[in-house]
């Protein structure tokens, strides 16, 4: 599903090296979370992956899409392959929870009579179904970032990338959001997680990728405490 061999990110002929020579390869289906300082290259290599950074040398292929044969005509399908959820939700604060999850299906062309009978399918899955009037403002915090997972999902991608989404949540809410974004990984969705909460970590007990300036420096599913990688050299 997300094959990384010797990518390296470097910003400028002499500037920041972000990345260096990672090689990480992720099965379709996993659920996968990625840990390390900031600053460290986690975001990088999340933005690698959506083809919002390119990178200076090394092969990327996603979901069968080779990076280096990628046109730039076709990233917008690319995308509409891969959700994203961020710590701060990005939700459309004058639309309500109904209006800023068809949002994402009006922009690509879906019917509103495709729109009205996916819409509520989604909120259902992330535990918001008789919340559709809301607005953004009457939410909690937890209730808007599992908003913002609905609108990731609405179009059924194929890989979820999480960033952050607990960051500004407390411990029940952050709790709320990972639960539902294991019933989506249940539903066949691979997901990638970035999170600093060690009890998260710890208790999901899923593979865990560490990133340490730059270089993956740990891969190990915590389940069965074995290393799935050896440790870059």
């Known amino acids: 599903m997300i094959l990384f061999d010797r ?30 300082q900031s600053g460290v290259g986690k975001t990088t ?20 899409i080779d990076y280096d ?3 730039d005509k076709n990233i917008p399908m690319l995308r509409r392959k891969i959700g994203v959820v961020f ?20 922009i690509v062309g879906i019917s509103s009579k495709e729109i009205k009978h996916t819409v509520p399918k989604v909120l259902d899955i992330v535990n918001l179904s008789g919340k559709e009037k809301r607005m953004p403002i009457e939410l909690s915090g937890g209730e808007r970032q599992r908003v913002a997972i609905a609108r990731a999902i609405v179009r059924q991608p194929r890989i979820l990338i999480a960033d952050e989404p607990t ?39 899923r593979r865990v990728v560490t990133i340490s300036n730059g270089r ?14 050896k440790k870059e050299e």
Request: no cysteine; glycine share 8%; proline share 3%.
């Open 167 to 205: 960051g500004n949540l407390d411990p029940k809410h952050a709790w709320d959001v990972i639960r539902v974004l294991e019933k989506i990984n249940k539903y066949g969705t691979t997901v990638l997680l970035t999170t600093h909460n060690q009890e998260i970590v710890n208790k999901l007990k």
């Open 87 to 106: 710590q701060d939700f990005k939700l459309l604060p004058n639309k309500n929870v109904f209006e800023n999850v068809a949002f994402a299906l009006e």
């Open 69 to 71: 044969k990628l046109k």
């Open 7 to 36: 990518v390296v990110k470097q910003y400028g002929k002499n500037g920041n090296l972000v990345l260096d020579r990672v090689t990480l390869h992720v099965e379709p289906k996993e659920f996968v979370v990625v840990v390390g």
């Open 216 to 229: 993956i420096t740990s891969d190990k599913n915590v389940l069965v405490g074995v290393n799935n990688r």
């Open 45 to 64: 290599l999340l933005r690698l992956i959506t083809r919002e950074e390119k990178p200076t040398s090394g092969k990327i292929v996603v979901g069968g």
